[in-house]
């Protein structure tokens, strides 16, 4: 079946403007994450989602950020008044949680949005 | 807390040559553990994973054993090729937590 999807792929801002970026997870997929990538860095957790609702946003870096998902579905990550420093990759990933020991969450990744402001 | 430790990078091989990508963890519980493999310009792939001590992921060539007696999960291939040049990541799940904790990633570059 289709994958974890993103758009845009590639998004080019000028600094101080508003960004949304999109992920569309694995149908069935009840857990939603959304990480950032800096230039050669690993992986920095920003949000999760278990359904709607967003238990842990503990890794959002500023007010700036928020995001939302409806539907159990689609996700959106939004990026007001941007920095230079959000200059990034943002991926997003699914998985579909099945509860009790011995689970592994795996996560299935999209393609990722690369963001740059300027 | 939980936490993942790779060997820095870049690692240079040469085509053929064997690999080992060190990874060691610490965990309160008794994690599931996974490599992810990111090629250049893509997104990150489960390569393989194993959930309980002992067991053995393999994927594509490469392989990697539940150490629970070293808490390590050292990614292994006999031969590598130019086509394993991308940056591996080593991650653990806790039973019942939701979040992976990841290592850094370490950079494999093969040379033909």
């Known amino acids: 079946g289709a994958g974890v999807s993103q758009s845009p792929s590639n998004k080019v801002t000028e600094k101080g403007k508003d960004v949304e970026l999109r992920c569309d997870p694995i149908?069935?997929?009840?857990?939603l994450y959304w990480y950032r990538q800096s230039l050669g860095q690993g992986l920095e957790f920003l949000i999760y989602f278990q359904g709607n609702s967003a238990p842990d946003k503990s890794g959002l870096p500023s007010d700036r950020f928020s995001a939302e998902r409806t539907g159990g579905s689609v996700s959106t990550l939004t990026i007001q008044r941007t920095q230079q420093e959000d200059s990034a990759v943002y991926l997003c990933?699914?998985?579909?949680?099945?509860?009790?020991?011995?689970?592994?969450?795996?996560?299935?990744f999209g393609p990722g949005t690369r963001l740059t402001v300027t | 807390g939980d936490s993942v430790t790779q060997m820095e990078g870049p690692v240079t091989l040469s085509e053929e040559a064997f690999l080992t990508i060190n990874c060691t963890y610490t965990a309160t519980g008794y994690p599931s553990l996974f490599w992810y493999v990111q090629y250049p310009g893509e997104g990150l792939q489960l390569l393989l994973k194993a959930t309980k001590a002992d067991d053995k992921g393999s994927n594509k060539g490469f392989e990697a054993t539940y150490r629970k007696e070293t808490t390590s999960f050292h990614l292994e291939k006999g031969s590598v090729q130019v086509s394993d040049s991308a940056v591996y990541f080593c991650?653990?799940?806790?039973?019942?937590?939701?979040?992976?904790?990841w290592g850094a990633g370490t950079k494999l570059i093969i040379k033909p």
């Open positions: 991650a653990l799940s806790d039973p019942g937590n939701y979040q992976l904790i």
């Open positions: 149908s069935g997929h009840t857990a």
């Open positions: 990933a699914s998985s579909f949680q099945v509860g009790g020991q011995g689970s592994s969450y795996e996560q299935y």
